[in-house]
């Protein structure tokens, strides 16, 4: 099992900046980590993922430049920058582990499909 807690979520005016962070505890081998987010009565959706090595990334195109996925396996912990904040950014931000998608995110890979464990969510508000 692994246990995911996601923090850093808040309230921020438009054009701002947050990180989330993802710790993760308990069996934490090879682990591909992602960022998904959900909006009041919308699906959950991708944001952003890493590769265990961190060498290969992929980004939604509502937050591609604007946001940079990164991780510390030392802390086994993985981060979310997000900048320039949009109203539309509004959502509670998750973080998911997936045991694929090891060597490169793919296309199946920005689906929640392969994601084994999530976290509990954080809350990310954008004003206008």
């Known amino acids: 099992q692994v246990q995911l807690v996601e923090s850093g979520g808040g309230l921020v005016q438009a054009g701002g900046s947050l990180r989330l962070s993802c710790a993760a505890s308990?069996?934490?081998?090879?682990?591909?980590m992602g960022w998904f987010r959900q909006a009041p009565g919308k699906e959950r959706r991708f944001v952003a993922a890493i590769t265990w090595t961190g060498d290969s990334k992929n980004y939604a195109d509502s937050v591609k430049g604007r946001s940079a996925i990164s991780r510390d396996n030392d802390r086994n912990t993985v981060y979310l920058q997000m900048n320039s904040l949009k109203p539309e950014d509004t959502a509670v931000y998750y973080c998911?582990?997936?045991?694929?998608?090891?060597?490169?995110?793919?296309?199946?890979?920005?689906?929640?499909?392969?994601?084994?464990?999530w976290g509990q969510g954080t809350q990310v508000t954008v004003s206008a």
């Open positions: 998911a582990a997936s045991s694929a998608c090891l060597d490169y995110i793919s296309t199946y890979c920005k689906s929640l499909g392969p994601y084994n464990y």
């Open positions: 308990g069996r934490t081998s090879r682990y591909a």
